[in-house]
């Protein structure tokens, strides 16, 4: 199972996004868990890998599972750890092999284009520090079919 | 990839632990997750299943990554997720499939027998609501090999 780890990096009412290149969507840097690793140890050496900063103490604030359907079929289930960070040490990348690497003004966030389940994890983000569980269903082409997250009202 | 969640029921300083037969030793009461559930989502119903008891606002409090090693060679890896709470409903189930379900007064939970790896972590949870992030490396014996954890010092 896969299983990725992310952290929203925040400096001066900017959080720092990842521009993909395939749909434009933006997305929250992080990657894959390597085997053994804690999601802790995980976000820290991806998040290093894709923007040469250094996180540090990157707090959990999200836990999700994703399944990916095609009809009724899971096609594909994963999980991910959403971490928030507010201090960090280096100097950003100039290129990352993903993407374009950009401090988003926050109150921007909202209206940008990404996963419609990544914008009620940043609504959520956005207003509150407490921990947020969820669910997200979605077809192969992250169309969103469903989702389920607590707290409610995002 | 097995998934598993448990939670740390306390009440009255007293913690509700399950004594497996298989070695005696005591475990945090929980489950395996299913298909598309949140990790909260999980804790809430294998609590259920498992005790009767209906979790009120159960927290996550630790997450971990277990490797069962022989030698050099990772036969297994999963994920534990581990809640805690003060608040349930309904009344505790008589039998247990799993094993004995018992009220545990907190001071003697560090003297139990158990996985050491849990002993680390019921360090920190009586000490502590911090997020607990760790590695544990085990034997197919459960012995524990090696353990990162952090925060470290327990």
Same mark, same amino acid.
């Given at each position: 199972?896969? @299983?990725?780890?992310?952290?929203? &990096?925040?400096?001066?009412?900017?959080?720092?996004?990842?521009?993909?290149?395939? @749909?434009?969507?933006? /997305?929250?840097?992080?990657?894959?868990?390597?085997?053994?690793?804690?999601?802790?140890?995980?976000?820290?050496?991806?998040? @290093?890998?894709?923007?040469?900063? +250094?996180?540090?103490?990157?707090?959990?604030?999200?836990?999700?599972?994703?399944?990916?359907?095609?009809? /009724?079929?899971?096609? +594909?289930?994963?999980?991910? !750890?959403?971490?928030?960070?507010? +201090?960090?040490?280096?100097?950003?990348?100039?290129?990352?092999?993903? =993407?374009?690497?950009?401090?988003?003004?926050?109150?921007?966030?909202?209206?940008?284009?990404?996963?419609?389940?990544?914008? /009620?994890?940043?609504?959520?983000? &956005?207003?509150?520090?407490?921990?947020?569980?969820?669910?997200? !269903?979605?077809?192969? +082409?992250?169309?969103?079919?469903?989702?389920?997250?607590?707290?409610? =009202?995002?």
């Amino acid at each position: 199972m896969q @299983r990725v780890t992310n952290c929203i &990096l925040l400096k001066d009412d900017h959080i720092l996004l990842l521009k993909k290149p395939r @749909r434009g969507w933006y /997305a929250i840097p992080g990657g894959k868990m390597e085997q053994g690793e804690s999601i802790k140890e995980s976000v820290i050496r991806e998040f @290093r890998e894709e923007t040469d900063l +250094q996180l540090i103490q990157p707090e959990l604030i999200g836990t999700f599972t994703f399944n990916i359907l095609d009809g /009724a079929n899971v096609l +594909q289930e994963w999980m991910m !750890f959403t971490f928030v960070c507010d +201090q960090y040490s280096g100097r950003l990348i100039e290129h990352c092999r993903e =993407g374009e690497l950009e401090w988003v003004p926050t109150k921007h966030v909202m209206n940008l284009p990404m996963a419609e389940g990544d914008r /009620a994890i940043f609504k959520h983000i &956005l207003t509150s520090r407490k921990m947020l569980y969820g669910s997200f !269903f979605y077809t192969e +082409q992250y169309k969103l079919i469903d989702m389920r997250i607590d707290p409610t =009202g995002y």
